[in-house]
């Protein structure tokens, strides 16, 4: 039975990320569910199914059942959606089925009166795509669940009947009786779509699920997303993660010695993890990499979430690193940002904006951290997942620097918060008590598809940059595959 | 109890009320078909006639249903007297439906 079914026919959404999780979009000519909590988003999504559709000239009827028609229009001017000029153009109808609330209720009725204002405007549009925003609120008026289902059920047969493509939202809290309620209408839509807004260590998250398809795959994850500034953004990235590009070539690292160390430098479009304790040297290192990529005219994005742009480029001018001429011929570009400013779904949107603008060949992020004030462990560590994946998937080479407090350890420890699987790269930076001063050493704890030093070795930051005192040099077999003109002698 | 507001204003209405009745209703839905039976009766038996009955098909009249917001059929307005009220369902609770048209008591 299955395997031999044809695939059903999809009506895509235009909705960024959605369609991919849905395997191509909506069930066509068929009813979906979106449910979900207060504030989480159910009237931007479907009005955004409906808006994208009619500015590509397939019209739809939007009906509310709890905002006033006016609200929905200003709520999706917002968005940048001018559903007066959608009106205008006979590509849209937006039906306000609001009762009063002062109506007397004297024996059976049915939903007749909806149907018929809704399949006049759908007429007279030639809608092909319905919404029904707040079901539950019509629903209400009947204060009877077995009266309730069969009215809905008349709605979903009426709106197959006329093979319009729709959208049902319904508030539900996930654990309230609302949930219970509204149960069956899990039965009766072909596709159930759950939105889950929560607040995590004082920032909200919201997450997508794909409850059912009929007849159709999906993805089958969490999706965070996030209402942007132009409708709802997801990240359906966990499908992806298994395209990474292969590690390449050896890059330069920027300096000479951890060249040699690295017996040639790191691979292109590894992720690369630099670790140690405050003050070790951390953005010096990336940094020297950052100012060598530069000079090679390759091009850096720089999430700095410790200090200013200001601050980090005058901190690296007294180490001997100047980053203004990369920064002046704009192959650097330094991001800043607080990370309790915002979400971590906003602070990837950010860092997913300014990759596909910026189309960066190296990616620093400075520090893994910081990245827990965005919420919370699961927070960082879901936004490092995920801005990972997105580097890996287009061969960025990717630097992230952890500051640890406690003793080193282990790789799983270095990182911070547990995601050494996807790094390729290990260095560990420390301070070393060397009788009258403190010294640091490096020491490679791994290099993924590379050979290295297993020695520690000890270096210098001083106000000509990174400097080591042993002159490492490369296995005089692969001599000369690193550019030793950057960075320390 | 006979000196109340309310008594007043049934005595008011009785002698120039004339009762403007709008039945919107769903082809020949059976609760549409009762709801305009139980109107007629209620009509001559408590209205003694003085009402006029407007029915309106909301199947081939949707501008109608629009006008009037009407969701739900079958669905009474009283147009007048003022206030205008609205009743859903097919009134087959009579006393609800007498309270809801201020007529409670005009005829026990």
Redesign the interface.
């Known amino acids: 039975m299955h395997g031999k079914r044809r695939p059903i026919p999809k009506l895509p959404t235009q909705i960024a990320g959605l369609d991919e999780i849905l395997e191509g979009g909506l069930p066509r000519g068929r009813t979906s569910l979106v449910s979900g909590g207060p504030g989480s988003g159910k009237t931007v999504l479907s009005l955004e199914f409906l808006c994208r559709g009619a500015m590509a000239g397939d019209p739809g009827v939007f009906v509310t059942f709890e905002e006033r028609a006016e609200a929905v229009r200003m709520n999706a001017l917002s968005m940048g959606w001018n559903l007066a000029a959608l009106e205008k153009a006979g590509k849209m109808a937006i039906i ?5 609330g ?13 149907l ?2 809704v ?2 405007h759908a007429r007279r549009i030639r809608a092909r795509r319905v919404v029904m925003d707040a079901l539950d609120v ?1 629903l209400r ?1 009947y204060g009877d669940r077995q009266r309730e289902r069969i009215e809905l059920y008349r709605l979903h047969d009426w709106l197959i009947d006329r093979k319009l493509t729709s959208v049902l939202s319904v508030k539900a809290q996930l654990d309230g009786n609302m949930a219970h309620r509204y149960e069956f209408l899990d039965f009766m839509a072909d596709c159930v779509i759950r939105l889950d807004h929560r607040v995590l260590g004082q920032v909200a998250t919201r997450r997508l699920r794909v409850i059912k398809y009929r007849g159709s795959g999906f993805g089958t994850n969490e999706y965070p997303y996030v209402i942007g500034d132009h409708g709802i953004v997801l990240f359906p990235l966990t499908q992806t993660q298994l395209t990474h590009q292969p590690l390449g070539k050896k890059v330069s690292s920027g300096l000479a010695g951890l060249d040699a160390m690295l017996d040639g430098g790191f691979r292109r479009a590894a992720c690369i993890l630099i670790a140690g304790s405050s003050g070790t040297g951390k953005t010096t290192l990336a940094s020297a990499f950052a100012r060598a990529a530069s000079r090679r005219h390759e091009k850096v994005l720089y999430l700095s979430f410790e200090e200013s742009q200001e601050a980090m480029i005058a901190g690296m001018l007294s180490a001997g690193i100047d980053l203004r001429p990369a920064l002046r011929t704009q192959r650097l570009m330094v991001q800043t940002a607080l990370p309790e400013a915002m979400g971590s779904d906003n602070h990837l949107i950010r860092a997913l904006e300014a990759m596909d603008s910026f189309k960066p060949d190296h990616l620093i992020l400075d520090a893994i951290s910081a990245c827990v004030r965005m919420g919370s462990e699961h927070a960082a560590f879901d936004y490092l997942m995920r801005l990972v994946a997105v580097v890996k998937e287009r061969g960025i080479t990717c630097i992230l620097t952890n500051q640890m407090t406690g003793l080193a350890g282990d790789g799983e420890e270095l990182s911070g918060i547990g995601f050494s699987s996807v790094v390729d790269a290990v260095i560990q930076l420390r301070f070393v008590d060397a009788g009258q001063e403190i010294g640091r050493q490096i020491l490679i704890i791994k290099s993924r598809g590379s050979g290295h030093s297993n020695r520690r070795e000890s270096f210098y930051i001083t106000d000509q940059g990174i400097e080591f005192p042993n002159n490492l040099r490369l296995p005089s077999a692969r001599a000369g595959q690193a550019d030793p003109k950057d960075g320390g002698k | 109890m006979s000196k109340s507001p309310q008594a007043k204003h049934r005595a008011r209405k009785g002698q120039h009320g004339h009762y403007l009745l709008r039945l919107f209703m769903a082809g020949n839905g059976p609760n549409s078909q009762k709801a305009l039976a139980n109107l007629r009766s209620l009509c001559e038996e408590h209205l003694n006639g003085r009402c006029t009955i407007e029915t309106v098909d909301v199947a081939k009249d949707f501008q109608a249903a629009i006008r009037d917001n009407i969701l739900v059929t079958p669905a009474l307005i009283l147009v007048a007297p003022r206030p205008r009220v609205m009743v859903l369902g097919n009134l087959s609770d009579l006393p609800t439906v007498l309270a809801a048209l201020r007529l409670s008591g005009s005829k026990s």
Do not use: H, K, N, P
């Open positions: 306000e089925a609001r009762l009063s002062d109506e007397v209720l004297s024996g059976d009725f049915d939903i007749q009166g909806l018929t204002i399949g006049g019509l008026v």
